[in-house]
């Protein structure tokens, strides 16, 4: 009798120590509204959302020792609410909620990383090599600065999604920058900052859209607005400007070749009859093989006497030893 006694309160004592592990709630949900990147000095609201109903709520901030804000609220809810009136350096960082109830408490929420936007200059975002894709590709996106950014963060416009953060790399014209490459997601923003203080930001991007074309429509790219090279790395300007003076080049080069073409047919027929005028030269120059009588006439007191004389050599012979009669002509 006396074991049987000793077995059932061992049972009772290992059931009793069974329903308080079991008293253990599930974890809530943490979110912040109206997101968790908040501007410089703006309002922003922490959730806390549990399973059952809770007497106490408590929000712990990451490296913080005690609670970081407790609310016990006049009747038991199953949320409560944290309003943060202005969001600095010192309120970013990284949330956990938890609550207790009748039962006990509850695990601690998953982590809820508050950022402060605003702190640093815009960076730059573009589509390479265009914001318009095919059904299925990708694109890659170019997020960067002049600021030397140590990291980047691609974000979702409009979803609570978690962002996208790449460590930067520096580019020829000594900029931070990070590639990042994606499907056909929209719209977008990125962020630069510091490893060193990594939930503060700066301020967003110009929201970027990607276009997907159909397989008949044109693939040429689309943009919302004319194209800018202010935000443009600087190798992209060189590449531009070598571009542009590379096709003027080569339109001077074409008008070139094209006067030139011309200039050599306007002089074609004086060098057709040039061999002509060389072959009457040679014709006047070259003497006849065989001799000619040549008669010449001499008038003397109106009297015609005619004569024959041998013609003379050409200038590039001997003169000949045989006199030559010529006619001589006498006014009186």
């Given at each position: 009798?006396?074991?049987?006694?000793?077995?059932?309160?061992?049972?009772?004592?290992?059931?009793?120590?069974?329903?308080?592990?079991?008293?253990?709630?599930?974890?809530?949900?943490?979110?912040?509204?109206?997101?968790?990147?908040?501007?410089?000095?703006?309002?922003?609201?922490?959730?806390?959302?549990?399973?059952?109903?809770?007497?106490?709520?408590?929000?712990?901030?990451?490296?913080?020792?005690?609670?970081?804000?407790?609310?016990?609220?006049?009747?038991?809810?199953?949320?409560?609410?944290?309003?943060?009136?202005?969001?600095?350096?010192?309120?970013?960082?990284?949330?956990?909620?938890?609550?207790?109830?009748?039962?006990?408490?509850?695990?601690?929420?998953?982590?809820?990383?508050?950022?402060?936007?605003?702190?640093?200059?815009?960076?730059?975002?573009?589509?390479?090599?265009?914001?318009?894709?095919?059904?299925?590709?990708?694109?890659?996106?170019?997020?960067?600065?002049?600021?030397?950014?140590?990291?980047?963060?691609?974000?979702?416009?409009?979803?609570?999604?978690?962002?996208?953060?790449?460590?930067?790399?520096?580019?020829?014209?000594?900029?931070?920058?990070?590639?990042?490459?994606?499907?056909?997601?929209?719209?977008?923003?990125?962020?630069?900052?510091?490893?060193?203080?990594?939930?503060?930001?700066?301020?967003?991007?110009?929201?970027?859209?990607?276009?997907?074309?159909?397989p008949s429509e044109d693939h040429s790219p689309s943009f919302a607005?004319?194209?800018?090279?202010?935000?443009?790395?600087?190798?992209?300007?060189?590449?531009?400007?070598?571009?542009?003076?590379?096709?003027?080049?080569?339109?001077?080069?074409?008008?070139?070749?094209?006067?030139?073409?011309?200039?050599?047919?306007?002089?074609?027929?004086?060098?057709?009859?040039?061999?002509?005028?060389?072959?009457?030269?040679?014709?006047?120059?070259?003497?006849?093989?065989?001799?000619?009588?040549?008669?010449?006439?001499?008038?003397n007191r109106l009297t015609l006497r005619q004569e024959a004389s041998?013609?003379?050599?050409?200038?590039?012979?001997?003169?000949?030893?045989?006199?030559?009669?010529?006619?001589?002509?006498?006014?009186?």
């Amino acid at each position: 009798m006396i074991p049987t006694l000793i077995a059932l309160l061992c049972l009772g004592l290992n059931v009793g120590r069974t329903k308080v592990q079991a008293g253990t709630l599930p974890k809530p949900i943490i979110w912040a509204e109206p997101g968790s990147g908040i501007l410089w000095r703006n309002t922003v609201t922490i959730w806390c959302q549990g399973t059952l109903k809770a007497q106490e709520f408590h929000v712990d901030r990451e490296g913080s020792r005690a609670p970081w804000y407790s609310m016990k609220p006049l009747e038991p809810v199953d949320n409560a609410k944290f309003p943060i009136t202005h969001m600095t350096e010192h309120t970013a960082g990284r949330y956990r909620c938890y609550y207790h109830s009748p039962t006990g408490w509850s695990e601690r929420s998953d982590p809820l990383e508050l950022v402060v936007t605003g702190s640093y200059r815009t960076p730059y975002l573009s589509a390479l090599p265009s914001p318009v894709l095919t059904s299925g590709g990708n694109v890659i996106l170019l997020c960067g600065s002049q600021e030397g950014f140590g990291r980047f963060i691609l974000t979702k416009e409009g979803e609570h999604s978690a962002p996208w953060t790449l460590d930067s790399q520096r580019d020829p014209s000594g900029n931070s920058q990070a590639l990042f490459p994606v499907g056909p997601v929209t719209p977008i923003r990125c962020y630069g900052c510091y490893r060193n203080s990594p939930q503060v930001w700066s301020h967003p991007s110009d929201i970027l859209e990607l276009f997907v074309s159909g397989p008949s429509e044109d693939h040429s790219p689309s943009f919302a607005g004319p194209i800018s090279t202010a935000g443009l790395p600087m190798y992209q300007k060189v590449l531009i400007g070598a571009s542009v003076t590379f096709i003027l080049l080569l339109f001077l080069l074409l008008f070139l070749l094209k006067h030139q073409g011309k200039c050599s047919k306007s002089d074609a027929p004086i060098r057709d009859s040039q061999p002509e005028e060389d072959k009457e030269m040679d014709s006047w120059d070259t003497p006849s093989d065989a001799p000619q009588d040549v008669t010449y006439a001499q008038l003397n007191r109106l009297t015609l006497r005619q004569e024959a004389s041998v013609p003379p050599s050409s200038l590039s012979e001997k003169p000949l030893d045989e006199p030559s009669v010529y006619a001589a002509l006498a006014i009186r």
